[in-house]
């Protein structure tokens, strides 16, 4: 989605020489980017100054960043309340869309149930939050598909036959592993964001969202893993959730590029409630990357999978991952 001299010129702004420079490849994980490797900034790349016209506006960012919570506030609030945010929260530039499928999960959970309804006050505040950041300049809602692209995410990582349909409102530990499929990539999105954000207000709220997307992600990664007793009575293929997240996660890593970097709730028969690398530090998806997973494309696509018509915004283009 960024260019070379883009994140070039981004390095040279976060650092003041050489040896910084590495350091910041490293620790920042632009290499797992997908967008370029580090091998790939020459010293010349870097000494190269990125072009205004390259470079994405905070304003594109954070709308980039709208149109991932309309998608997951509409999630949780079927799921909790059986109905869609209100249009009030939805209005803005672009196409306006309406959500395909969706209702109110029977929880058997108690503990599930709260934690659902947390999540769902969060990304509902989240949509505000963003909305009254940006003011005029927000997009509006497009069109979302919570039934047909659940069911083709499923079919795709071996979760159920094929032709099979999966219903990510039909019970408690499918709203789980669909749960999953979302905040994972929302932790990653906003990660791979946040370097492009200029404005100190504005990261320093990115970062307290991308905050409490990481509390979601571990939340639900810790409920799956203490309540990982079985999954054969669901109609799903897989016979627990460690195995199940673990087709997910190869699912989302065949989308946004060669790097193995997504992880499920179990590494070596041990949990792995917060996936990092080997410093401890989670993972980054450029947008591009972003939107080859919620389009469910390896592709340079703009539109597909969760988004039908695409998103609204300057930012809608997927990556050619192929």
Do not use: C, W
């Not at 003011?135 to 069109?143: F, I, K, L």
């Amino acid at each position: 989605m960024f260019g070379k001299q883009y994140i070039a010129g981004m390095i040279n702004r976060s650092a003041e020489n050489e040896t910084d420079r590495r350091r910041f490849l490293r620790s920042a994980g632009i290499g797992g980017l997908g967008v370029v490797g580090a091998s790939a900034l020459s010293s010349s790349v870097l000494a190269g100054a990125a072009s205004a016209q390259e470079q994405p506006s905070d304003a594109a960012v954070l709308n980039f960043a709208l149109n991932l919570e309309y998608l997951e506030g509409q999630f949780y609030s079927f799921a909790v309340n059986g109905a869609p945010l209100p249009d009030s929260l939805t209005g803005g530039h672009g196409e306006r869309g309406p959500v395909t499928g969706g209702r109110q999960v029977k929880f058997r959970s108690k503990k599930v149930k709260q934690y659902a309804e947390e999540i769902a006050a969060d990304e509902r505040a989240h949509v505000e939050f963003l909305r009254s950041a940006l003011g005029s300049a927000a997009v509006g809602q497009p069109p979302i598909d919570l039934q047909n692209s659940f069911t083709a995410a499923a079919q795709a990582a071996g979760l159920v036959e094929e032709g099979e349909p999966f219903d990510a409102f039909a019970n408690e530990e499918n709203f789980l592993l669909a749960a999953f499929l979302f905040e994972d990539v929302g932790v990653t999105a906003y990660k791979g964001a946040a370097p492009l954000i200029t404005n100190a207000t504005y990261l320093e709220a990115a970062a307290g969202i991308l905050a409490a997307e990481a509390y979601h992600a571990a939340n639900i990664r810790t409920v799956m893993t203490e309540m990982d007793t079985g999954l054969l009575g669901t109609g799903l293929l897989s016979p627990n959730y460690a195995d199940a997240t673990a087709k997910l996660s190869d699912a989302r890593d065949s989308l946004d590029g060669a790097d193995d970097l997504d992880q499920g709730i179990e590494t070596d028969g041990r949990a792995n409630i917060v996936p990092t690398d080997e410093f401890g530090v989670t993972y980054s998806r450029s947008a591009g990357q972003v939107l080859n997973v919620v389009y469910l494309t390896n592709e340079a696509a703009d539109s597909g999978g969760f988004f039908p018509r695409g998103v609204n915004g300057d930012i809608t283009m997927s990556e050619d991952n192929t």
